[in-house]
Every structure is written in structure tokens, then in C-alpha cells.
């Protein structure tokens, strides 16, 4: 078992592990060299057990399924102990007390099973673990002591009396004991067989074949104890395979879990909880719906913060956009901390912008308060920037309260962001601010409950936007009450139980202190700073040993619970009806068509009955010929069906095509069945007509002539209606015919019918076992058997039963009568031990099934999380942030790319069209309308010619995508342009199908927008900034300079750069020169409106063309990911009111330009 074990588990580890992590396997078992198989857990999800503890799982799981089979080893000894107190009626009443306190003992035994079985009380549940374990050895001791009592009692034994009982006694201690094997093979079942050999023989009478019955006795018991180690062993394997299944499965759903986790935390750190629900639970759903799914809701009484880095720009030049990046991410890293200690719900990250928002989607009545906070400590967190550049940079925070509508927009790419004119003030407020200073609005004035004290700021007089709206704008000039965070109450307690006076101050001085110098520290740095000022370090690293171990420790219990706790026999009831039939229709079909390996190999027990019988029959029976025909003739026939069953277990020792036509034979199910119940029909009916012949071999060779035989009858007939008796005894035959047939019938030619009734018992049993029959068959067939043989006992062989009971000097009941009774004591034990076995296979595949269920739905959440969270960042940064479960959260992320193309298209008009009144549901429907937009756009890309098309993100109405963003895609160092470059032409093609997808919903919706867009090409660095909260982004002059084209151009074209269009001119578009434009940052840079393609010179290259190392294009698509580009954008543009002067539409979206080129102006240094 344990070689199994270990084997078993190495297997499933050795299929999973990299070279890896064989290395590391191999460097822990030198070190725990003790331990079979190693410990750990490996890459793949594998779990290595000490092989102790694997072991000591297994036994402690056989042992409980294997306890269930107890009752019916007491159910057969009840039945025999029936039979020793009923058959023999004429016993000395000695002998029926002794049987019936035996009774008594069986029946108390098991009741003791019963106690503190489901009792709460530790006391009662201890007792009940601990006679578990002595009931079965005492109830396996008690049969052995009636057996030898029994024996002793007899006034006159011979060892055929109940040779029938110790045939099936051997074989029901391997079968329902629930005993290791081992001591069940070396003490018990030796034991059994010894006693029931040698008591019998010793306690019989001489009879000159005593040895030929010994060694008569010694074959059929030793059969039934092989047929019950065949069995056994059978059993072991079906539920060491269960076992290892549920090992494995519980691996799987481990790895599931774990994998689901890191999925469901890094989707919930860029979706909220309430969202990530509704998004998984409608995937995969069709929906009937006009409109596409949108997922959005209105909040009122929301705080919104904007913080941007004043100076960066100046610093960003001496910097490449790698260490830029760096930078970024760990002071965003730090941001992230602070979101998570004030409770704010981080929205986006625009190049060095950074917005959140607090009281959505979970209301809090505090937000304004903790809004504050978060700005005050930003701007003290910008502290690590100025020492890191060495360098007078500054927060600029503005902070404005509103209603916002929060949620996703499109169907690829998900961002959570908010969107309202409140949004757009607060990034106003912002703007209009000051360095180093939190920009207050009257609105969040009214929340803070005089917290803060402030000062006029007067941001109306600088923004003009904030003036239309009427709005009074504040510096925080000193907090009134400090933030008090859970972990600084944790300090004051610690503080306060160590040292209730301190002489350096108060707790608070301190807190306030270090909040001063470090207002980043989360809690638990915090209260790791506070452990090591008291001088109490606290060791909160853990070693990957112990984090393994606690792992290991975790599997264990789980694997304990999932496999030695549950009890699957009680469970089965509620699935079954009476005759073990599954409710379930498809599940009781599913149980017919499915076959455990191996299970044709108990079939090898009716072969080897059939030629057990060749043997013992030499022994003790007349050696005819006619009864050697019979033996021999069933073995052909039962040993062809039987090596076809078994071919197909065999397939590595036998020829092909035999063991494909035993496959063939074994998957029809009805076919199946049939050759079993053959082979049982035929061992059967072999011997009831070897009983047939024994009579018939009597009379044919004179041995009795036939008119002795009908006066044997007649005088058994006579006796009994003279005696008033229930039954005949034929030792009340005349003492003249008894002499008679003493003189005419030698011993050694009639010698011992009853064996044939006793080897009938071996039949019952090599029946009971066959694995391919349901037990309402084989009780058919025991029964039908046993009847059949107990008839021929009775009424056809009754003369040959009386020879032998004169032989034997008289029992007290005829030979007949008993070995009936002990043939139908086998078969109703049996009987009932044939529906314990299928319903053990049944609770076995029950829990197969159940097992693949669990793995189906774990599976099932795993694929909704992942196609969740590859919608919200590209699939190898997602397995890259999911595979490391063990990095530091402020861990950079980056990869460069030499040769990408960069979109940029906005619907500049939307912001005319976007309002908040109430025929608009507070802009709600606004919103639904440029879903549908954004929408269209996301289902172009599932298009096979878009496959290397990116989409990056959304910034209110602006949509971001990018090409030749693929890890896979490689190229020769002498690849021509139009190959280089092909992305990019695909990228002018995606442009162009946006303004048809356009042009299609303006005429279904009357409505009149137009894109704006801008393309560039270059090198860009892609990578992810906040590792807590990843937000996945490209920087550089690439992308820069494509949201100036875009900016600065005009409604309804397509703006590229002088090389954008020397690179595109190949591939047939044509371009119209639009002259010098000023771009901040680049100066004056020539470019050119797209006008459209002619009769291209070279056609793009498709996607395929290009060497994606064997990927699919499938794969491909599933990379583009939500990602956000460094444009510091607003979302919605305000209306403006009929005070303002009217502008005509290219002043305004002038004006617009003029407002990105300031968002831009962070990456246009990125170079």
C-alpha cells in the first residue's frame, strides 16, 4: 500500500513539475532524506506528503469505508448461530444455552458499536473511537470461540458438519473485517484457517478417509481465503484509487482556489466588489436587451480627489521612461497605501495624475473627511519624490463633493471610472490650486464638521469653470482633530500596557510624529515601527519553508476532512430508492456504462472454483468418468469469457487486436452482464448436475440396485408417518438393510456426498463477487442456486445422505438437512454482503462524480475570473502578477517595444450632448448611449484581421489603442517596412472602421458625431504602475506625440506625423499635407491629414504572416487588455451657460486641443 501510495502520488507530481522545480525537489530531499517522495508543493499544484502522513491518511479513510461491512459479518454469524440453535432440535439443552448466550454476545457487541456514535460529549465520541477498534477484533474472536464450542459440544462430529460455515467464514474475514491487511494476513485469517482445518478433523471420529477429508477441507477453505484476498485486494484498489482521485482533486481545487484568489484580488483592485459580482454572474449570458450591458450606478454625496505632481516635468528630461516608470510605481505604491488606510476607492492613473474617490460605491458619512486626509498625506508623501530627484517637485490636490455616476464602459478592457460634471470640477479644482496646498470646494467644506481649519483660495477667480458653477474654493490650512486609524489605537493599547508613563511624551506626540515624518507606513509597518521603539521586534517574514509548511499543514486537514469525516454510505440513501437504483435517471445510466479498472478480474473466481472442483472431487468423491466430463467440460467455455473480460486489463502482455475485441466486448454493457451471468449459470448447474450424476453413477454400476433404493424410500416414507416428528431420520432404518448396504455399498466408492453441497457454498461465494453483476441479479442467482441445491439434497439424494450418516455412525440431524440449512445460511449472508458491495461501488462512484462536479464549478470560476481579469490587463502581465504570488507590492513591471503604433480617437461633440437632467436620468442614459459606441469599437477588434490590435483604454469619449504590442511577434533583422510595419496599416484599417462603426450608429440613433483621431509610430515602454492596484499603461514620445495629432486636429480626419506617412505611403494610403503644427514639447512638426487609399503598391501583411512562434490567433485577441496611457484628460466637458460668449465648433474643440496638449505634457518628455 505504501509503495502504491508514494507511487501515486509521485506519478501526478512528476507530470507537473518544471526543471525548476525538480531542482528545488531534489535540494529539499537531501535535506529530509527520511521522508519518502519529499514534502512540499510544487509549482504545479502538486502536494507532496511525507509518506508517513500520506499513509497514515489512507489507513484512517479504509479503515472507516471499509468499517461498513462489519454488520454484515455479524448479519452471517446471527444467521449460523440461528442455524446451531434451530437445526439440531434434538440438542442437549446445554448446547442450546451455550448457542443462545452466543447470540446474546453477537448482539451486544454490535450495540456497543453504537454508543457515543453521535454523541457531543469528548468523553462519549473518545470511548466510541476506541471500540471501533476493539469490536471487530472481539466479534471476529467470538466467532472463532462458537465455532471451537460448538464443535466441542457434539456428541458425534465429523469434518464435513460445518465445513460450509468455515468456508464462508474465511472468506467474510478478508471481505467485511475492517482490519489492516497485514494483520489480517499474518495473525487473523491464519488463525481462522488453522482452526477451522484442524478442530473439525481433530474432534471427529476415525474413519480410514480422515485424511482425504483434511485434505479436501484444506482446498475449498483456502479457495473461499483467496477468493477473499481477491477481493480485498479489489477493494483496496478501488478505494486507493478514490483516495488518490480525491487527493488529486483536492491539489485541483486547491491550486483552483489559490489561482481564483490572486484572480479575485487582483480583479477586485481595479473593479469593485459589486461590479466584479454582476460581470462574472452575467458572462456568458445572452441578453435580449436593445442595449448593450452596462454597468453603472449613481452616487451622491461623493468626495473626489485629484492629485498631480507640479515640477515633474522638469525632471521627467533628465530621466528615461524606464527609470520614469520605476519612479512612478513607487510612489504610486505609496498612494495606493494611503487609499487603502483613508478608505478611498482609487480610480485612475493619467501619466503623473492620480484620482480617487471616497463614499462610493459603499456610502460613508466621513468621506470628505478622509478625502482630506489622503491629500494632506499625499502631499507629504511627495517628500520621497523631491529626495529621489533631488529635485523642488510638489502635490497640487484639489478635492470637490458630488454626485457621480461610477461604473464600466464597453465590453473589453474594463476600467472602473466615474463620470459627472462634479468630476470634472474636481479635476478643475485641482488645476486652479496651488503647490503643496489641498484645494477645497464649498461643497466638501460643508462635510468636513469643522475637522479642518481652512483659508480662502479664491480658485473661482483662476478657473472659469468653477466660477459658471458658483463654486467657493478653500485652502485646509491645519487639521483641527487627527486621523485616528485602527492600528493607531493598536499602538495606544501596546503603548499603554508596556509603559503607562513614558518620559519622551505621550503616545499621541509620538503617532503624530511618525505620522508627520512617514505618512505612507500602512498598519502594518506602523505597527512594526512601534514593536521596535519598545523593543519587541516581531517577526512577520515568514520563510518559505514555513509558509510550505503551514500549506502542507492546511492539505492535510482539508484532505482529512474531505475524506475520513464524510460518511458516503448514509449519504447514498437520499440518491437511491430500495433497490439501489440511483434517482437520477442520467446518473444510473452514467453507473451501468462505467466499469472500474480491473473490474473483469473477480471472474478469475469462477474459473478457479471450476478447477478447485477437478481437485477436492478426486479426494472424496467417485472418480466416474461422467463426473470428470462434467467438471471439465464448463472450463472452456468459462475460461474463453473470462480471458476476453480480462484482455483489456492486460494490454501491455497481450497482442492488440485481442485486447481492442476485449474492449469492444467489455463497453457493451447488456453483453457485459450476459457473459457473467453464464458463467455463473454455468459453475451452478455444473455442480447440481454432478449431483445428478453421483446418483446416477451409483445405480449405474449396481452399487445399490434400484429397487433398494425404493425401499429406502418407502421405509424413510413409512417412518415418518408413524413418527409424529417434523422431518425422517434414516438412523431409524431397519438394522437388516442397514447391514445390507454396508455389505453392497464400499466406503470408497459411494464416500461423501455432502461435499457437493458444501462446495456449493464456494460457488455462492465466487458469484457474490463478480463486479459486473448489480445485486438484484446476483441474489436471483444465489438464491435460484442454493434453492436448486437444497433440493437435490433433500428429495433426489437422500438415500447416498443416509449411507453417509450410517457411515458416520448417526448424527442427531440428517447430513441432508443441515448442509441445507448452512447452504441457505450462505446464501442469505451472501445475499446481503452482494448489495453492501454494489452499494460500496456505488458510494464510490458517487464520489467520482461529485469530485469532477467540484472541479467543474471550481474550474468554471477560475475561466469567469480569467476572462475577467484578461479583460483588465494584458493575459501575460495577468499570469505574471498571478503566478508571483510572493512579490513585494511595490515590484515593477515593464517591457519595451521598438516598433508600435498608437491610436487615439475622440468623439469631440460628446461633450455637447452629455447632460444631467432628469429626461437624461442624470446623464445615465448618456452614458448607455456611448457604451453602445464604445462597445461597437471593443467588437471590431474580435475581428480575425484586427487580432493584433490593442485596446488600452477609455478616457471619458476618447478611445486609446495600440499594434505591434505582442510578445510573441518576431522579425527578421532585414524584414522590409511593409512587413515591419504591417500592424500599423492595420491599425489606419481599424481607424477607418471606426468612423464607419460611427457612421452606422449616428443613422440608427439620429445623431451627428464624428472621431477625431491621431496615429503615430515608435518605440514606447509598456508596463504597470501601483502593483497593489495594477494599472497597466505605455508611456513614451510615441504616445505622446499620437494624442497631439489627435488634439491638434480636426473633426472627422486623421492626423499623422511626417514618418507615420512615409511608412504608411507604401501600403497605398493617401495623405493631404496640413503644414507645421505647434506641438508642446516637439516644437513645430509637419503633418498630414489621411485622406483615404488608393490602389495600394503593397497590401498590409497580415497578422498570420508575421512568425507568432506557433501561437494562435485566438490567443492573440485575448492580449488586449484595459490598460491607461499618460493623457490627463477631462472626461466630460461641461456645457457652458448662455453667459458665455458663443464659440463656433473649431474654437471649441480648439479649445479642447489646447486643454489635452496640457495632459500630455508629462509624456511628450518621455523620450
Same mark, same amino acid.
Given at each position: 500500500?505504501?509503495?502504491? @501510495?508514494?507511487?501515486?502520488?509521485?506519478?501526478?507530481?512528476?507530470?507537473?513539475?518544471?526543471?525548476?522545480?525538480?531542482?528545488?525537489?531534489?535540494?529539499?530531499?537531501?535535506?529530509?532524506?527520511?521522508?519518502?517522495?519529499?514534502?512540499?508543493?510544487?509549482?504545479?499544484?502538486?502536494?507532496?506528503?511525507?509518506?508517513?502522513?500520506?499513509?497514515?491518511?489512507?489507513?484512517?479513510?479504509?479503515?472507516?469505508?471499509?468499517?461498513?461491512?462489519?454488520?454484515?459479518?455479524?448479519? +452471517?454469524?446471527?444467521?449460523?448461530?440461528?442455524?446451531?440453535?434451530?437445526?439440531?432440535?434434538?440438542?442437549?439443552?446445554?448446547?442450546?444455552?451455550?448457542?443462545?448466550?452466543?447470540?446474546?454476545? $453477537?448482539?451486544?457487541?454490535?450495540?456497543?458499536?453504537?454508543?457515543?456514535?453521535?454523541?457531543?460529549?469528548? #468523553?462519549?465520541?473518545?470511548?466510541?473511537?476506541?471500540?471501533?477498534?476493539?469490536?471487530?477484533?472481539?466479534?471476529?474472536?467470538?466467532?472463532?470461540?462458537?465455532?471451537?464450542?460448538?464443535?466441542?459440544?457434539?456428541?458425534?462430529?465429523?469434518?464435513?458438519?460445518?465445513?460450509?460455515?468455515? &468456508?464462508?467464514?474465511?472468506?467474510?474475514?478478508?471481505?467485511?473485517?475492517?482490519?489492516?491487511?497485514?494483520?489480517?494476513?499474518?495473525?487473523?485469517?491464519?488463525?481462522?484457517?488453522?482452526?477451522? @482445518?484442524?478442530?473439525?478433523?481433530?474432534?471427529?471420529?476415525?474413519?480410514?478417509?480422515?485424511?482425504?477429508?483434511?485434505?479436501?477441507?484444506?482446498? @475449498?477453505?483456502?479457495?473461499?481465503?483467496?477468493?477473499?484476498?481477491?477481493?480485498? /485486494?479489489?477493494?483496496?484498489?478501488?478505494?486507493?484509487?478514490?483516495?488518490?482521485?480525491?487527493?488529486?482533486?483536492?491539489?485541483?481545487?486547491?491550486?483552483?482556489?489559490?489561482?481564483?484568489?490572486?484572480?479575485?484580488? !487582483?480583479?477586485?483592485?481595479?473593479?469593485?466588489?459589486?461590479?466584479?459580482?454582476?460581470?462574472?454572474?452575467?458572462?456568458?449570458?445572452?441578453?435580449?436587451?436593445?442595449?448593450?450591458?452596462?454597468?453603472?450606478?449613481?452616487?451622491?454625496?461623493?468626495?473626489?480627489?485629484?492629485?498631480?505632481?507640479?515640477?515633474?516635468?522638469?525632471?521627467?528630461?533628465?530621466?528615461?521612461?524606464?527609470?520614469?516608470?520605476?519612479?512612478?510605481?513607487?510612489?504610486?505604491?505609496?498612494?495606493?497605501?494611503?487609499?487603502?488606510?483613508?478608505?478611498?476607492?482609487?480610480?485612475?492613473?493619467?501619466?503623473?495624475?492620480?484620482?480617487?474617490?471616497?463614499?462610493?460605491?459603499?456610502?460613508?458619512?466621513?468621506?470628505?473627511?478622509?478625502?482630506?486626509?489622503?491629500?494632506?498625506?499625499?502631499?507629504?508623501?511627495?517628500?520621497?519624490?523631491?529626495?529621489?530627484?533631488?529635485?523642488?517637485?510638489?502635490?497640487?490636490?484639489?478635492?470637490?463633493?458630488?454626485?457621480?455616476?461610477?461604473? &464600466?464602459?464597453?465590453?473589453?478592457?474594463?476600467?472602473?471610472?466615474?463620470?459627472?460634471?462634479?468630476?470634472?470640477?474636481?479635476?478643475?479644482?485641482?488645476?486652479?490650486?496651488?503647490?503643496?496646498?489641498?484645494?477645497?470646494?464649498?461643497?466638501?467644506?460643508?462635510?468636513?464638521?469643522? *475637522?479642518?481649519?481652512?483659508?480662502?483660495?479664491?480658485?473661482?477667480?483662476?478657473?472659469?469653470?468653477?466660477?459658471?458653477?458658483?463654486?467657493?474654493?478653500?485652502?485646509?490650512?491645519?487639521?483641527?482633530?487627527?486621523?485616528?486609524?485602527?492600528?493607531?489605537?493598536?499602538?495606544?493599547?501596546?503603548? =499603554?500596557?508596556?509603559?503607562?508613563?513614558?518620559?519622551?511624551?505621550?503616545?499621541?506626540?509620538?503617532?503624530?510624529?511618525?505620522?508627520?515624518?512617514?505618512?505612507?507606513?500602512?498598519?502594518?509597518?506602523?505597527?512594526?515601527?512601534?514593536?521596535?521603539?519598545?523593543?519587541?521586534?516581531?517577526?512577520?517574514?515568514?520563510?518559505?519553508?514555513?509558509?510550505?509548511?503551514?500549506?502542507?499543514?492546511?492539505?492535510?486537514?482539508?484532505?482529512?476532512?474531505?475524506?475520513?469525516?464524510?460518511?458516503?454510505? *448514509?449519504?447514498?440513501?437520499?440518491?437511491?430508492?430500495?433497490?439501489?437504483?440511483?434517482?437520477?435517471?442520467? !446518473?444510473?445510466?452514467?453507473?451501468?456504462?462505467?466499469?472500474?479498472?480491473?473490474?473483469?478480474?473477480?471472474?478469475?473466481?469462477?474459473?478457479?472454483?471450476?478447477?478447485?472442483?477437478?481437485?477436492?472431487? $478426486?479426494?472424496?468423491?467417485?472418480?466416474?468418468?461422467?463426473?470428470?466430463?462434467?467438471?471439465?467440460?464448463?472450463?472452456?467455455?468459462?475460461?474463453?469469457?473470462?480471458?476476453?473480460?480480462?484482455?483489456?486489463?492486460?494490454?501491455?502482455?497481450?497482442?492488440?487486436?485481442?485486447?481492442?475485441? %476485449?474492449?469492444?466486448?467489455?463497453?457493451?454493457?447488456?453483453?457485459?452482464? @450476459?457473459?457473467?451471468?453464464?458463467? +455463473?449459470?454455468?459453475?451452478?448447474? %455444473?455442480?447440481?448436475?454432478?449431483?445428478?450424476?453421483?446418483?446416477?453413477?451409483?445405480?449405474?454400476?449396481?452399487?445399490?440396485?434400484?429397487?433398494?433404493?425404493?425401499?429406502?424410500?418407502?421405509?424413510?416414507?413409512?417412518? +415418518?408417518?408413524?413418527?409424529?416428528?417434523?422431518?425422517?431420520?434414516?438412523?431409524?432404518?431397519?438394522?437388516?438393510?442397514?447391514?445390507?448396504?454396508?455389505?453392497?455399498?464400499?466406503? *470408497?466408492?459411494?464416500?461423501?456426498?455432502?461435499?457437493?453441497?458444501?462446495?456449493?457454498?464456494?460457488?455462492?461465494?465466487?458469484?457474490?463477487?463478480?463486479?459486473?453483476?448489480?445485486?438484484?441479479?446476483?441474489?436471483?442467482?444465489?438464491?435460484?442456486?442454493?434453492?436448486?441445491?437444497?433440493?437435490?439434497?433433500?428429495? &433426489?439424494?437422500?438415500?447416498?445422505?443416509?449411507?453417509?450418516?450410517?457411515?458416520?455412525?448417526?448424527?442427531?440431524?440428517?447430513?441432508?438437512?443441515?448442509? %441445507?440449512?448452512?447452504?441457505?445460511?450462505?446464501?442469505?449472508?451472501?445475499?446481503?454482503?452482494?448489495?453492501?458491495?454494489?452499494?460500496? =461501488?456505488?458510494?464510490?462512484?458517487?464520489?467520482?462524480?461529485?469530485?469532477?462536479?467540484?472541479?467543474?464549478?471550481?474550474?468554471?470560476?477560475?475561466?469567469?475570473?480569467?476572462?475577467?481579469?484578461?479583460?483588465?490587463?494584458?493575459?501575460?502581465?495577468?499570469?505574471?502578477?498571478?503566478?508571483?504570488?510572493?512579490?513585494?507590492?511595490?515590484?515593477?513591471?515593464?517591457?519595451?517595444?521598438?516598433?508600435?503604433?498608437?491610436?487615439?480617437?475622440?468623439?469631440?461633440?460628446?461633450?455637447?450632448?452629455?447632460?444631467?437632467?432628469?429626461?437624461?436620468?442624470?446623464?445615465?442614459?448618456?452614458?448607455? /448611449?456611448?457604451?453602445?459606441?464604445?462597445?461597437?469599437?471593443?467588437?471590431?477588434?474580435?475581428?480575425?484581421?484586427?487580432?493584433?490590435?490593442?485596446?488600452?483604454?477609455?478616457?471619458?469619449?476618447?478611445?486609446? #489603442?495600440?499594434?505591434?504590442?505582442?510578445?510573441?511577434?518576431?522579425?527578421?533583422?532585414? #524584414?522590409?517596412?511593409? *512587413?515591419?510595419?504591417?500592424?500599423?496599416?492595420?491599425?489606419?484599417?481599424?481607424?477607418?472602421?471606426?468612423?464607419?462603426?460611427?457612421?452606422?450608429?449616428?443613422?440608427?440613433?439620429?445623431?451627428?458625431?464624428?472621431?477625431?483621431?491621431?496615429?503615430?509610430?515608435?518605440?514606447?515602454?509598456?508596463?504597470?504602475?501601483?502593483?497593489?492596484?495594477?494599472?497597466?499603461?505605455?508611456?513614451?514620445?510615441?504616445?505622446?506625440?499620437?494624442?497631439?495629432?489627435?488634439?491638434?486636429?480636426?473633426?472627422?480626419?486623421?492626423?499623422?506625423?511626417?514618418?507615420?506617412?512615409? &511608412?504608411?505611403?507604401? /501600403?497605398?494610403?493617401?495623405?493631404?499635407?496640413?503644414?507645421?503644427?505647434?506641438?508642446?514639447?516637439?516644437?513645430?512638426?509637419?503633418?498630414?491629414?489621411?485622406?483615404?487609399?488608393?490602389?495600394?503598391? +503593397?497590401?498590409?501583411?497580415?497578422?498570420?504572416?508575421?512568425?507568432?512562434?506557433?501561437?494562435?490567433?485566438?490567443?492573440?485577441?485575448?492580449?488586449?487588455?484595459?490598460?491607461?496611457?499618460?493623457?490627463?484628460?477631462?472626461?466630460?466637458?461641461?456645457?457652458?451657460?448662455?453667459?458665455?460668449?458663443?464659440?463656433?465648433?473649431?474654437?471649441?474643440?480648439?479649445?479642447?486641443?489646447?486643454?489635452?496638449?496640457?495632459?500630455?505634457?508629462?509624456?511628450?518628455?518621455?523620450?
Amino acid at each position: 500500500m505504501e509503495a502504491n @501510495l508514494e507511487k501515486g502520488q509521485m506519478t501526478t507530481a512528476s507530470t507537473s513539475k518544471s526543471p525548476s522545480q525538480r531542482q528545488t525537489t531534489s535540494r529539499r530531499r537531501q535535506n529530509d532524506s527520511d521522508v519518502a517522495g519529499g514534502v512540499g508543493i510544487t509549482g504545479g499544484g502538486v502536494v507532496i506528503l511525507p509518506q508517513h502522513v500520506l499513509n497514515e491518511l489512507y489507513h484512517n479513510y479504509s479503515i472507516k469505508q471499509r468499517r461498513s461491512g462489519l454488520k454484515w459479518f455479524v448479519f +452471517a454469524a446471527v444467521l449460523f448461530n440461528f442455524w446451531t440453535i434451530g437445526i439440531p432440535w434434538d440438542q442437549a439443552a446445554p448446547t442450546r444455552v451455550v448457542n443462545c448466550c452466543m447470540l446474546v454476545a $453477537y448482539l451486544a457487541l454490535t450495540a456497543l458499536l453504537y454508543i457515543g456514535r453521535r454523541s457531543d460529549r469528548p #468523553a462519549l465520541r473518545r470511548l466510541h473511537q476506541i471500540l471501533l477498534i476493539i469490536v471487530p477484533r472481539a466479534l471476529w474472536l467470538l466467532s472463532i470461540v462458537h465455532f471451537t464450542v460448538y464443535i466441542i459440544l457434539q456428541p458425534s462430529f465429523s469434518p464435513r458438519d460445518l465445513l460450509g460455515w468455515a &468456508i464462508l467464514l474465511n472468506f467474510l474475514v478478508y471481505v467485511t473485517l475492517p482490519l489492516q491487511l497485514i494483520f489480517l494476513g499474518l495473525s487473523i485469517g491464519c488463525i481462522t484457517y488453522f482452526i477451522c @482445518l484442524s478442530l473439525p478433523v481433530g474432534y471427529s471420529h476415525w474413519d480410514s478417509l480422515l485424511s482425504n477429508q483434511l485434505a479436501a477441507n484444506a482446498v @475449498l477453505i483456502a479457495t473461499a481465503a483467496l477468493i477473499g484476498l481477491l477481493y480485498y /485486494f479489489m477493494g483496496e484498489a478501488k478505494q486507493k484509487r478514490a483516495f488518490l482521485e480525491a487527493k488529486k482533486s483536492l491539489e485541483v481545487k486547491m491550486v483552483i482556489e489559490e489561482q481564483s484568489a490572486e484572480q479575485e484580488r !487582483l480583479l477586485l483592485s481595479v473593479l469593485p466588489k459589486h461590479v466584479a459580482i454582476k460581470m462574472r454572474e452575467d458572462l456568458g449570458s445572452s441578453s435580449s436587451e436593445a442595449f448593450k450591458k452596462i454597468y453603472m450606478s449613481r452616487h451622491e454625496n461623493v468626495s473626489i480627489l485629484y492629485a498631480d505632481i507640479v515640477g515633474f516635468t522638469a525632471i521627467s528630461s533628465t530621466y528615461s521612461a524606464q527609470d520614469l516608470v520605476k519612479m512612478l510605481n513607487e510612489l504610486f505604491a505609496r498612494f495606493d497605501r494611503l487609499a487603502e488606510k483613508y478608505q478611498q476607492l482609487r480610480i485612475k492613473i493619467l501619466g503623473d495624475c492620480y484620482y480617487c474617490i471616497s463614499g462610493a460605491p459603499d456610502e460613508r458619512p466621513d468621506h470628505a473627511v478622509m478625502c482630506v486626509h489622503m491629500g494632506l498625506s499625499m502631499v507629504k508623501a511627495i517628500k520621497y519624490v523631491q529626495q529621489k530627484a533631488n529635485s523642488p517637485v510638489d502635490m497640487r490636490v484639489g478635492i470637490h463633493t458630488g454626485a457621480v455616476l461610477a461604473g &464600466i464602459l464597453g465590453q473589453r478592457q474594463w476600467q472602473f471610472d466615474v463620470y459627472s460634471k462634479d468630476v470634472e470640477l474636481a479635476n478643475k479644482m485641482e488645476s486652479s490650486g496651488k503647490a503643496g496646498r489641498v484645494h477645497i470646494s464649498d461643497k466638501t467644506l460643508a462635510f468636513l464638521n469643522g *475637522e479642518f481649519e481652512v483659508e480662502p483660495a479664491f480658485g473661482e477667480k483662476r478657473e472659469e469653470l468653477l466660477r459658471i458653477a458658483g463654486l467657493k474654493t478653500y485652502f485646509i490650512t491645519k487639521v483641527v482633530k487627527a486621523f485616528s486609524s485602527p492600528c493607531a489605537k493598536k499602538i495606544n493599547e501596546s503603548q =499603554d500596557e508596556i509603559s503607562p508613563s513614558s518620559p519622551n511624551g505621550s503616545m499621541n506626540d509620538i503617532v503624530s510624529e511618525e505620522d508627520d515624518n512617514d505618512a505612507t507606513l500602512d498598519d502594518e509597518e506602523l505597527l512594526a515601527q512601534n514593536s521596535l521603539s519598545n523593543g519587541h521586534q516581531i517577526v512577520t517574514t515568514v520563510t518559505a519553508d514555513e509558509e510550505e509548511q503551514v500549506k502542507l499543514e492546511n492539505f492535510k486537514q482539508r484532505l482529512k476532512d474531505e475524506l475520513v469525516t464524510r460518511d458516503g454510505h *448514509e449519504n447514498l440513501t437520499k440518491d437511491t430508492n430500495i433497490f439501489l437504483r440511483f434517482k437520477n435517471p442520467q !446518473l444510473e445510466q452514467s453507473y451501468a456504462v462505467y466499469r472500474e479498472p480491473y473490474s473483469s478480474l473477480p471472474l478469475l473466481a469462477a474459473l478457479m472454483v471450476q478447477c478447485i472442483d477437478v481437485l477436492y472431487s $478426486y479426494l472424496v468423491l467417485p472418480r466416474s468418468t461422467l463426473h470428470f466430463i462434467n467438471i471439465a467440460a464448463p472450463l472452456v467455455p468459462i475460461a474463453m469469457l473470462v480471458v476476453i473480460s480480462l484482455a483489456e486489463s492486460f494490454g501491455g502482455m497481450l497482442p492488440k487486436f485481442f485486447v481492442d475485441v %476485449s474492449k469492444r466486448f467489455n463497453d457493451i454493457t447488456f453483453v457485459r452482464e @450476459l457473459a457473467a451471468i453464464i458463467i +455463473a449459470l454455468t459453475i451452478g448447474f %455444473s455442480n447440481v448436475i454432478d449431483m445428478f450424476f453421483f446418483v446416477t453413477f451409483v445405480r449405474t454400476e449396481h452399487i445399490v440396485s434400484e429397487s433398494e433404493f425404493n425401499v429406502t424410500a418407502s421405509l424413510d416414507s413409512d417412518i +415418518a408417518v408413524e413418527m409424529e416428528a417434523i422431518v425422517t431420520a434414516e438412523h431409524l432404518l431397519p438394522a437388516s438393510f442397514v447391514e445390507q448396504m454396508r455389505e453392497a455399498v464400499p466406503p *470408497e466408492r459411494v464416500l461423501y456426498p455432502s461435499y457437493l453441497s458444501n462446495f456449493g457454498v464456494l460457488i455462492l461465494i465466487a458469484i457474490a463477487v463478480i463486479a459486473q453483476l448489480t445485486h438484484l441479479t446476483k441474489i436471483l442467482l444465489l438464491l435460484s442456486i442454493a434453492a436448486l441445491h437444497c433440493y437435490f439434497n433433500i428429495f &433426489i439424494m437422500q438415500d447416498l445422505y443416509a449411507l453417509e450418516d450410517d457411515f458416520e455412525h448417526q448424527p442427531i440431524i440428517s447430513t441432508r438437512y443441515a448442509a %441445507s440449512g448452512l447452504l441457505l445460511v450462505a446464501a442469505l449472508a451472501l445475499s446481503t454482503l452482494a448489495r453492501h458491495m454494489d452499494h460500496e =461501488d456505488r458510494v464510490i462512484f458517487k464520489w467520482k462524480t461529485e469530485v469532477a462536479e467540484q472541479k467543474e464549478t471550481a474550474n468554471d470560476m477560475r475561466q469567469r475570473n480569467e476572462a475577467l481579469v484578461y479583460n483588465v490587463l494584458p493575459v501575460h502581465v495577468a499570469e505574471h502578477f498571478m503566478k508571483n504570488t510572493k512579490r513585494s507590492h511595490d515590484d515593477l513591471y515593464s517591457q519595451s517595444y521598438a516598433e508600435v503604433g498608437v491610436l487615439f480617437a475622440s468623439m469631440p461633440n460628446f461633450s455637447d450632448f452629455y447632460s444631467e437632467e432628469t429626461v437624461n436620468n442624470q446623464g445615465l442614459e448618456c452614458l448607455r /448611449f456611448l457604451n453602445e459606441v464604445i462597445s461597437d469599437f471593443d467588437a471590431l477588434l474580435e475581428l480575425p484581421q484586427f487580432q493584433d490590435i490593442i485596446k488600452i483604454k477609455t478616457i471619458g469619449s476618447t478611445y486609446m #489603442a495600440a499594434s505591434g504590442i505582442n510578445q510573441q511577434r518576431t522579425l527578421r533583422n532585414d #524584414a522590409p517596412i511593409t *512587413e515591419r510595419w504591417s500592424h500599423l496599416a492595420i491599425l489606419v484599417e481599424f481607424a477607418l472602421e471606426l468612423k464607419h462603426a460611427l457612421h452606422g450608429i449616428n443613422e440608427q440613433s439620429f445623431n451627428h458625431f464624428v472621431l477625431k483621431m491621431g496615429i503615430n509610430h515608435g518605440p514606447i515602454t509598456a508596463g504597470v504602475i501601483g502593483a497593489r492596484k495594477p494599472h497597466y499603461d505605455i508611456w513614451g514620445n510615441t504616445v505622446n506625440v499620437a494624442s497631439r495629432m489627435e488634439s491638434t486636429g480636426k473633426a472627422g480626419a486623421i492626423q499623422v506625423t511626417e514618418d507615420t506617412c512615409n &511608412i504608411l505611403q507604401p /501600403f497605398g494610403y493617401k495623405f493631404l499635407q496640413r503644414g507645421l503644427v505647434a506641438v508642446k514639447g516637439k516644437g513645430q512638426l509637419m503633418t498630414f491629414y489621411l485622406q483615404g487609399k488608393s490602389q495600394p503598391s +503593397a497590401e498590409p501583411v497580415p497578422p498570420g504572416v508575421v512568425d507568432l512562434n506557433g501561437l494562435d490567433s485566438s490567443a492573440l485577441e485575448s492580449t488586449s487588455e484595459l490598460e491607461a496611457s499618460d493623457i490627463k484628460m477631462p472626461l466630460l466637458k461641461m456645457n457652458v451657460q448662455e453667459q458665455s460668449v458663443g464659440i463656433d465648433q473649431d474654437q471649441s474643440l480648439r479649445n479642447e486641443s489646447e486643454g489635452q496638449e496640457g495632459v500630455g505634457e508629462f509624456q511628450s518628455l518621455l523620450e
